[in-house]
């Protein structure tokens, strides 16, 4: 465990909504970090559908999702916000003096005053592919995502998807598994055009196997894979023996850990107040589509609305006591200041 | 208005009318049938609106496209007659269409 990280504010979720409470708090000098799951900042907007056009971003008659994320990075670099990627915060606990303690799946620790969750629909995470009977060997012999190449080393290894993830993980593995078969429901692939020639190059070299098909059924013991049965290609049913194999069937979102954090649930999403934008613990805030209020819409828009009431909140929470000057962006030279438009 | 048919994996059958124009899997949510859950909205980029067309109208409803099949990849237990609801727009020509709720979206 490395040293605790303090901040002002901790972001869970760097989406749209997430990236603009950071200018939001910024504006009243609040510094903040966020941590996603994702290697990158957008969240949905730039995993699920980057090149989309978005049409009601107010001022936006057209913009492309990955467009709006850039502009809102942008739009919050003058307040130098940290990220933290690839993790999921696990554990969120109230301490004594009424600050938190937030720690991740990689046993990172932060200390935040507050906690603004703006996690959309969950965390992104691999998504279970339709094989019956998996549950029993996921962590053990099916991985979702490689860790150490190292723990594939000798291994009859299968590796499902069509995907850059499936075909890098391929050509990767190749030369330490002892033996690869690429697993994919049709011959045509979405990945680079290079893995698969090379995947192709490799297979005809018999290097490595590739099967069209869809992965049905595995046979194993505690949890030990020893073959998977491959349906629907041209061979009919096969069975390919194998010790490991990694599904790559893109990602899902789920709520995670978010619902052992003592917080009230409505349906899967976190009800707030339509002042604060505060959960049911004090200090706490969600904003975005993961909260819930009597006529919530689910909508960017309405999101960045959520963030500077939330705002307001926190900074009485951050800076008790203080007076809180409402300003605007266009006329007061000290957010100007904060902007670095001004000298 | 154009008919459309949904049977839910339970053999529940929904009958909804749907307006030309938009897309099955609006009619599904409208219409609250089980087990299309839409994560991403429509913009084919969840594979979680997944049906299969009747058989009976395959000809007419079409091919998915390749930016479709891609995402298909993701779908639970794909057949030939798959489609990502989201995908296919109401016309007068799918009066009286049927599709079928997988037993789950991926």
Redesign the interface.
């Given at each position: 465990m490395t040293g605790i990280i303090s901040t002002d504010v901790l972001i869970v979720g760097a989406g749209p909504v997430g990236l603009f409470a950071v200018f939001e708090l910024g504006l009243f000098d609040m510094k903040c970090h966020l941590i996603d799951i994702l290697d990158k900042p957008g969240g949905q907007c730039a995993e699920l559908y980057p090149e989309k056009p978005i049409y009601d971003i107010p001022g936006w008659p057209s913009i492309s999702a990955q467009g709006l994320v850039d502009k809102l990075l942008e739009q919050i670099h003058p307040f130098k916000p940290d990220f933290t990627y690839n993790r999921m915060v696990s554990s969120l606990e109230k301490l004594e003096d009424g600050s938190f303690r937030v720690t991740t799946d990689e046993n990172e620790v932060f200390e935040a005053k507050v906690v603004v969750i703006a996690a959309g629909g969950g965390s992104f995470q691999p998504k279970r592919p339709p094989i019956p009977g998996i549950e029993p060997y996921e962590g053990k012999s099916v991985f979702y995502s490689v860790r150490r190449m190292e723990d594939f080393r000798g291994h009859d290894l299968v590796i499902v998807g069509g995907g850059d993830s499936a075909l890098d993980w391929t050509l990767n593995l190749q030369p330490v598994a002892k033996s690869v078969t690429l697993v994919h429901r049709r011959p045509e692939f979405r990945a680079a055009p290079d893995s698969v020639n090379k995947m192709y190059a490799m297979q005809e070299m018999k290097q490595l196997a590739f099967k069209v098909g869809q992965v049905t059924g595995l046979t194993g013991a505690d949890g030990q894979l020893s073959s998977a049965t491959i349906k629907g290609g041209p061979e009919g049913d096969i069975e390919v023996p194998c010790t490991r194999m990694l599904p790559f069937f893109g990602l899902t979102m789920k709520l995670g850990p978010i619902a052992e954090w003592g917080l009230n649930l409505h349906e899967n999403l976190i009800p707030v107040d339509t002042e604060k934008f505060q959960t049911s613990v004090p200090g706490i805030f969600a904003v975005g589509d993961i909260n819930w209020y009597p006529g919530k819409l689910k909508l960017i828009l309405s999101g960045f609305h959520e963030v500077a009431l939330m705002a307001q909140a926190a900074k009485r929470i951050i800076s008790p006591g203080e007076r809180i000057v409402f300003q605007y962006t266009t006329s007061s030279t000290s957010l100007q200041k904060k902007l670095g438009v001004v000298e | 208005m154009t008919k459309l048919t949904f049977i839910a994996h339970d053999g529940t059958q929904f009958d909804v009318d749907a307006e030309n124009g938009s897309t099955v899997m609006e009619n599904a949510i409208r219409n609250a049938v089980p087990g299309i859950e839409a994560?991403?909205g429509g913009?084919c980029?969840?594979?979680t609106c997944h049906v299969y067309v009747d058989e009976a109208w395959t000809a007419e409803v079409g091919e998915p496209e390749?930016m479709e099949?891609?995402m298909?990849?993701?779908?639970?237990?794909?057949q030939p007659n798959s489609r990502l609801s989201c995908q296919i727009k109401v016309r007068d020509a799918l009066d009286g269409l049927v599709v079928r709720v997988p037993e789950?979206q991926?």
């Open positions: - | 994560e991403c913009a980029a969840c594979a390749a099949e891609d298909l990849d993701f779908a639970y237990d794909v789950r991926g």
